[in-house]
């Protein structure tokens, strides 16, 4: 067993009378009725899709007709509590023993959490959400110059800092209680102010971490499946395959493979060096984009875009429609993301506790919501500007592909931004970064749902999860597509929703009594 406070993942659990079933990554009676749950979603949508597709379908309906306002609450006070920690006198003590360094470098830190919180779903929407927005939202007041201001102010509020104060917040509660104070590296360790010491590691966490595991599977599996039509897409511009459901399970399981084989590699051979070719070959694309597009636009948008989304980012975020043509458009879009955030926030932080050990608590806040937000107004901003210049320019011309299909808008700009040639080539990077961005989500995702299971990281383990995740994103697909995936993650999202708000107190509790010194070594029983 690790040393309590080294923030090693060290749970207390009753042997599994099965072996077997441990190493395949079920050494617990929570992770059985995770994979039953899971088995019988599967199997209802084997044996009938319309009856499954109704029941999700109407599950979700039901969460965003009495809590959609809870959803917006809640992404704001996120915010405002993060704005707090950042300023928090306290703020400079360490996640971890106060002599702890950082295990990774700053580069490879921001690589990894920039590619496990966003990653491929950046590249996907970032010309088709515009588009969508430009054509109908509720602050739409006309057309031309005020379209394309509020068609990003709204793309960048989805993609900003309300997803990223969900992830600060219990990434910092799980590496506060996890490396400074000795409890292990789970998605309950954020709880432990909440359900004390004694039962953080009894059914009640063992609950809170069910509910994590399938906000992971649920979180993840829609964005491999949203991102697998984006992949198709790209592969139909290169080699004239058809964008089908047929075809984005074949990608969705070699991906799997891909995935499997690098969660096998390792954290440090894996993960950190796709995460970091992710960033030095989006940072390509990107100028790419900036040196064929119309630059002087792209460099003003971007301008303008940034004190937009520090004007509007407060009272539009606070708002809630009144009306059913209004609640229609704000659960496709704002409620969907803010749950789909908070689908992906056990894994995301749970992730990126793992590798900001020996971080302070000011560094963590600061970097972990500053950074991914700045890189996402710039990725939105010259992508999204771009599909929106030539949406003026050509009415039809990125629309039209994006009404088909949203896979097909990033091919679309990228056909009217260069020559042939060269536009084939952009897309093959296309192609190559949602692969990859496939690839790095699947692995981490892995890793951290071994964690939550309590089969720490053993091969068998990453093996079962990674194909259960595989078989999931199937099921959703087969279901409705980015109906079915769009409505799991709404689902899921409300019970975190509630999570969330006890995480944050108790957060604030736990620094509020901070010492600043080393805490004192907690007995070894008392890890989890």
């Given at each position: 067993m690790a040393q309590p406070g080294r923030g090693e993942y060290a749970p207390r659990m009753p042997a599994t009378p099965d072996p077997l079933l441990a190493r395949i990554g079920l050494p617990t009676r929570s992770s059985w009725l995770a994979v039953l749950s899971i088995g019988a979603f599967v199997a209802l949508a084997a044996v009938s899709i319309a009856a499954a597709n109704q029941t999700l379908v109407a599950a979700k309906d039901w969460v965003v007709g009495y809590f959609d306002w809870l959803f917006v609450a809640l992404a704001t006070a996120a915010i405002a509590a993060v704005g707090v920690l950042a300023i928090w006198p306290r703020a400079n003590v360490r996640l971890g023993p106060e002599d702890s360094q950082p295990e990774f470098g700053r580069l490879s830190w921001f690589a990894m959490l920039f590619s496990a919180g966003l990653a491929s779903g950046l590249l996907y929407w970032a010309a088709a959400e515009p588009i969508l927005h430009q054509q109908d939202n509720p602050f739409l007041t006309g057309s031309g110059d005020d379209g394309v201001r509020s068609a990003l102010r709204i793309t960048v509020l989805h993609w900003g800092f309300h997803g990223w104060a969900f992830y600060v917040l219990a990434g910092l509660a799980i590496a506060y209680f996890g490396h400074r104070k000795g409890y292990g590296l789970s998605f309950r360790t954020a709880l432990v102010p909440v359900l004390g010491a004694r039962q953080v590691d009894r059914w009640p966490g063992r609950a809170v971490d069910l509910i994590a595991l399938f906000g992971t599977v649920c979180g993840v599996s829609t964005s491999i499946g949203i991102s697998a039509g984006g992949m198709n897409a790209t592969l139909g511009s290169l080699f004239g395959v058809d964008v089908t459901i047929p075809t984005q399970i074949g990608i969705v399981f070699g991906v799997c493979i891909l995935g499997i084989l690098s969660a096998l590699s390792g954290l440090d051979r894996g993960i950190r060096r796709l995460s970091e070719l992710n960033v030095w070959v989006s940072a390509g694309l990107l100028a790419a984009f900036v040196a064929l597009g119309p630059t002087g636009f792209l460099l003003e948008l971007f301008g303008r875009t940034l004190v937009d989304y520090a004007v509007h980012f407060v009272p539009t975020g606070l708002y809630v429609a009144d009306d059913a043509e209004g609640r229609s458009w704000q659960a496709s879009w704002t409620v969907f993301y803010w749950a789909w955030w908070l689908a992906w926030t056990p894994f995301v932080s749970l992730f990126i506790a793992r590798i900001s050990r020996g971080r302070t608590v000011r560094e963590f806040v600061v970097a972990v919501m500053g950074v991914p937000t700045l890189v996402t107004l710039v990725w939105m901003t010259m992508l999204g500007g771009t599909a929106l210049h030539q949406e003026l320019a050509v009415p039809g011309s990125v629309s039209a592909a994006v009404a088909e299909d949203y896979s097909k808008g990033l091919v679309a700009v990228i056909g009217n931004l260069a020559s042939p040639?060269?536009?084939?080539?952009?897309?093959?990077?296309?192609?190559?970064?949602?692969?990859?961005?496939?690839?790095?989500?699947?692995?981490?995702?892995?890793?951290?749902?071994?964690?939550?299971?309590?089969?720490?990281?053993?091969?068998?383990?990453?093996?079962?999860?990674?194909?259960?995740?595989?078989?999931?994103t199937v099921a959703l697909l087969r279901l409705g597509g980015l109906e079915a995936l769009q409505a799991a993650s709404i689902v899921i999202g409300l019970p975190l929703a509630l999570l969330i708000v006890p995480l944050g107190v108790g957060l604030f509790g736990a620094l509020a009594r901070e010492g600043g010194g080393a805490p004192a070594p907690k007995e070894p029983g008392r890890a989890s």
């Open positions: 040639e060269v536009g084939r080539g952009l897309v093959v990077v296309a192609a190559f970064l949602l692969f990859t961005w496939l690839i790095t989500s699947l692995d981490s995702a892995t890793l951290v749902v071994c964690h939550l299971v309590g089969a720490r990281e053993a091969p068998g383990a990453k093996v079962f999860w990674g194909l259960s995740l595989a078989v999931v």
